[in-house]
């Protein structure tokens, strides 16, 4: 798998997302702001955990896009 690192949207900006992450081709866009950035387990970052793409090595999926 191969990390893709992009800015954020303008649109994404405005909403107030601090990160973002998508599997290609077809995965679905996972957004992190400020308020939700902790709602994993305690003492967990969701960033951390959006950039650790291990699991999906073997799958469908060839790219990791990370937008911040």
Known sequence: ???IYRKLTKDQKERGVIFSSQL?????LHEVTAT????????????????DDKFFRNSCYKFNELRQ
Do not use: Q
């Not at 939700?36 to 950039?51: A, F, H, Q, R, W």
């Open 24 to 28: 290609l081709p077809g995965g679905t």
């Open 36 to 51: 939700n950035l902790y709602d994993c387990s305690p003492g967990t970052n969701k960033i951390d955990l959006l950039k």
């Open 1 to 3: 798998m191969k990390k």
